[in-house]
T-cell receptor, first 113, second 115 residues
Framework: KQEVTQIPAALSVPEGENLVLNCSFT??????LQWFRQDPGKGLTSLLL?????REQTSGRLNASLDKSSGRSTLYIAASQPGDSATYLC????????????FGAGTRLFVKA | DAGVIQSPRHEVTEMGQEVTLRCKPI?????LFWYRQTMMRGLELLIY????????DSGMPEDRFSAKMPNASFSTLKIQPSEPRDSAVYFC?????????????FGEGSRLTVL
């Protein structure tokens, strides 16, 4: 059974810092991994999607990496801004057993101005 | 594209009442997912459909919950009878591809409060 863990659970940083959010998963038989952002009271917004054959994806100040063999992904945010404050969720889709997508509990980020 | 559309956005009901949540996936997407989000349990996958067929409903908490997808553009999640512990935000998501391997897009959610 796939389990997805995100560390840290919460993070507070001053504006301008570069930061790394971590996601680990127990079953390396994945189809893809997706990072989302969720603002309070809102839905989930897709940030980056990494297919199982890829090692990383970049979008603006965001860079996500994937290491299937070690069951890890990281989301790197460069030059953080107060507008980056949100909860970041990692979602892993398996490639067996119905292709379920399992979410981590998220990392709550607060960027101080 | 309008994105994944869910209704109602908010629902307040009394224990024992029937609740029906609705979802319209993105046109062309043939996989649809229902999730429930609570503070205690995070995001839980309830059920998912591929080409309108339920593939995995192992996350449906109990028989009070049922989901249907009568066509490619509409799905419902029904709770009958509702209980206070069903209070949560229910999300619908869709993705393209026969194996549902593409990017997952979420609706804004339906916030359910059962009194």
């Amino acid at each position: 059974k796939q389990e997805v863990t995100q560390i840290p659970a919460a993070l507070s940083v001053p504006e301008g810092e570069n930061l790394v959010l971590n996601c680990s998963f127990t079953d390396s038989a994945i189809y893809n991994l997706q990072w989302f952002r969720q603002d309070p009271g809102k839905g989930l917004t897709s940030l980056l999607l990494i297919q199982s054959s890829q090692r990383e994806q970049t979008s603006g100040r965001l860079n996500a990496s994937l290491d299937k063999s070690s069951g890890r992904s990281t989301l790197y945010i460069a030059a953080s801004q107060p507008g980056d404050s949100a909860t970041y969720l990692c979602a892993v889709r398996g490639n067996t057993g119905g292709f379920k997508t399992i979410f981590g509990a998220g990392t709550r980020l607060f960027v101080k101005a | 594209d309008a994105g994944v559309i869910q209704s109602p956005r908010h629902e307040v009901t009394e224990m024992g009442q029937e609740v029906t949540l609705r979802c319209k996936p993105i046109s062309g997407h043939n996989s649809l997912f229902w999730y429930r989000q609570t503070m205690m349990r995070g995001l839980e996958l309830l059920i998912y459909f591929n080409n309108n067929v339920p593939i995995d409903d192992s996350g449906m908490p109990e028989d009070r919950f049922s989901a249907k997808m009568p066509n490619a553009s509409f799905s419902t999640l029904k709770i009958q009878p509702s209980e206070p512990r069903d209070s949560a935000v229910y999300f619908c998501a869709s993705t393209e591809g026969p194996r549902g391997g593409g990017e997952l897009f979420f609706g804004e959610g339906s916030r359910l409060t059962v009194l």
